[in-house]
């Protein structure tokens, strides 16, 4: 069956600009999560989700970031004003509950010029 | 000091050796995860474990509750082995299962022929 999927891929935006994130968790699956990759580091957290609501958003670094998940599936990292500093690789990754091993996407690289 | 430490930070092997990865962590946990990661790629899950052994093909992950530390195992090693390998675990405090990871700096590897 289909995996987790992220859109875009690539994203090369402006500092400044506002950008959305996509993830596409597996059918099914009600946890959701969102992680950051600096180059050379291990993925940070940011937010999950369980079902609609998030369970804990302890990660998300400043009032900025926000990232929500309607109907309890498809869900968007939202970032307002961009710094050069948020320039990573975000993860997607989703499971069927918060105990299950977690599917992760291929990730969306966001450059802030 | 990171709650999950890995070493070494890089390996290099030749061909048909045996790979050996640590992972230490500081914090009471419901499980650890393996997870390998190659260049430009997703990740990918290897394992999910709270206690013991397990064995996928040439690869082994062992865990010790009571010392706090895990190991991977790579048997035969090939080149298509070179990957990061990044450890990383769902933290327990207080009797609650956060559904998070906590993810180590990774461990780079490559494999000679």
């Known amino acids: 069956g289909a995996g987790v999927s992220q859109t875009p891929s690539n994203k090369v935006t402006e500092k400044g600009k506002y950008v959305e994130l996509r993830c596409d968790p597996i059918?099914?699956?009600?946890?959701l999560y969102w992680y950051r990759q600096s180059l050379g580091q291990g993925p940070e957290f940011l937010i999950y989700?369980?079902?609609?609501?998030?369970?804990?958003d302890s990660g998300l670094p400043n009032d900025r970031f926000f990232a929500v998940r309607p109907e309890g599936s498809v869900s968007t990292l939202k970032i307002q004003r961009t710094e050069r500093g948020d320039s990573a690789v975000y993860l997607c990754?989703?499971?069927?509950?918060?105990?299950?091993?977690?599917?992760f996407g291929p990730g969306t690289r966001l450059t802030v010029l | 000091k990171n709650e999950v430490e890995q070493s070494p930070q890089n390996l290099t092997a030749q061909e048909g050796e045996f790979i050996t990865i640590n992972c230490s962590y500081s914090?009471?946990?419901?499980?650890l995860h393996w997870l390998q990661q190659h260049p430009g790629g997703g990740i990918v899950s290897l394992f999910m474990?709270?206690?013991g052994k397990k064995k996928h093909g040439r690869l082994i992950a062992t865990i010790n509750i009571q010392e706090k530390h895990s190991s991977l195992h790579i048997t035969a090693s090939h080149p298509r082995d070179s990957a990061v390998y990044i450890c990383?675990?769902?933290?327990?405090?207080?009797?609650?299962?956060?559904?998070?990871?906590?993810f180590g700096q990774g461990t780079i590897l490559t494999v000679h022929p």
């Open positions: 059918s099914g699956h009600t946890a």
């Open positions: 989700f369980q079902g609609t609501g998030a369970a804990d």
């Open positions: 990383a675990v769902r933290i327990n405090a207080g009797g609650t299962s956060y559904g998070k990871l906590t």
């Open positions: 474990l709270s206690s």
């Open positions: 990754a989703s499971s069927p509950s918060i105990n299950s091993e977690q599917f």
């Open positions: 914090v009471g946990i419901s499980a």
